[in-house]
């Protein structure tokens, strides 16, 4: 529904959509924004943030892939009992330790339910895979949950240098063009301005998981890069109502 489904036409995509992304010109990323969208929306914005990758691919052997739940609803956190995530490009292994780390936490628990029809990290998992090497994935679904709780999480499983943390989330959804283009625009202020507490629902479905990301896993001091902010109008089209994507890297 989202992407190819076939590993060939997949790679061919990913191919033409990482190849008219330009390169952060700064090493070192610690965290990237992504949207989440089908290929058709979002893919260009999304490129625009992992092609930030290319210079520390390398050094990434951990990523924690974080986003909003969309389909069940729970409390707190929600972790995969699969040992595995498959996408058609093939298998990426969930990092068993840093699950188990968070295991006692009353916030967060096994729900294959809520993994099993998500597109919030699945959709990213593609981009990962042509883009590094041997890796690991610790996959979060984010419900009712606070923002301290997800910094808590992050704590504990993004601690390492060879950890990455992707964010999926859109921006606005479903306004018309030019107030999307206004929202969207005062939450790219507010993400580089790293005030995590302006965010709402309104504002971004991952605000939460920008929000513990910023209590804990990326501090000010750090470079944040806007790479990119539009909207379905601009990528798709249909200018009534539109759906906002946005791209950012966090460097040191």
Known sequence: MFYPGSAHSLQAELAELTSNASDVEASGVKAIIAPHAGYIYSGQVAARAFAALRQTAQQITRVVVIGPAHYVPFRGIAVPAAHAFETPLGRIPVAQEALASIADLPFVSINDAAHAPEHALEVELPFLQVLLRRFEIIPLLVADATPDEVAEVL??????????????????????YEAARRLDAATAASIERYAWDELTANNACGFLSIAGMFIEGVRPGLKVHRLALCNSGDTAGNRRPVVGYGAWAFTA
Do not use: F, K, P
């Open 155 to 176: 704590r504990t499983v993004a601690a390492g240098a060879d950890t990455l943390i992707v964010v999926s989330s859109d921006l606005s959804h479903y306004y018309d």
